[in-house]
């Protein structure tokens, strides 16, 4: 599985922002999938994840009520509400048939957040 993440950006604080990860391979359908961030500085943290079919969700405290993580059989969605200064970060998609482990990760994308 290939991972393509997008839809980064720079933004105001209060503005709302979507990411997209396009996945190639037929197995995608029935991995989980998730979102991670890093910002400057930091280590790569867990941001939202979602099981093969939807049906429940995960998220990380700082998020919860903001970010919505939506998925179908080709691609991973993140919807970004009300964004935060601190959420400026590179965002990278993952997918993994293992509940352990991430085995595949897209490559990135930037998400700025100005005061």
């Known amino acids: 599985v290939q991972l393509q993440a997008s839809g980064g950006g720079l933004v105001q604080a209060g503005d709302s922002l979507g990411l997209s990860c396009a996945a190639s391979?037929?197995?995608?359908?029935?991995?989980?999938a998730g979102w991670f961030c890093q910002a400057p500085g930091k280590e790569r943290e867990f941001v939202a994840t979602i099981v093969w079919n939807g049906g429940s969700t995960m998220y990380a405290d700082s998020v919860k009520g903001r970010f919505t993580i939506s998925r179908d059989k080709t691609s991973v969605y993140m919807r970004m509400n009300s964004l935060k200064p601190e959420d400026t970060a590179v965002y990278y998609c993952?997918?993994?048939?293992?509940?352990?482990?991430?085995?595949?990760w897209g490559q990135g994308t930037q998400v700025t957040v100005s005061s």
């Open positions: 391979g037929r197995t995608f359908s029935i991995y989980r």
């Open positions: 993952a997918a993994s048939p293992s509940s352990i482990s991430w085995q595949h």
